[in-house]
């Protein structure tokens, strides 16, 4: 599936909620990240992200999509990395 995740979390758990999600998918903005997972890998994501977030007080959005090609958006300026690059 393809899935986008955005979050606003506060600033003391923001970099552990980033340099995990970058384990998983692609920093194409500051607080958003997107790419291919499969169902398990989604379900994992979204457990350790519950883990690492104050639920009180922080934000995560999860968007997905069977297949990209499904996904509908308009693309401006420039992305943080180019993902068609990523190994």
Do not use: P
Request: hydrophobic share 40%; charged share 30%; with cysteine.
């Amino acid at each position: 599936m393809y899935v986008i995740a955005v979050y606003d979390v506060g600033i003391d758990r923001l970099n552990k909620v980033r340099i995990f999600l970058k384990q998983y998918l692609n920093w194409v903005q500051n607080s958003v990240f997107e790419g291919e997972l499969t169902k398990a890998e989604y379900m994992k994501v979204r457990s350790e992200v519950k883990e690492l977030i104050d639920e009180d007080f922080d934000c995560v959005f999860f968007y997905h999509v069977k297949d990209k090609k499904y996904l509908g958006f308009d693309e401006m300026g420039a992305r943080k990395t180019n993902i068609d690059t990523i190994i």
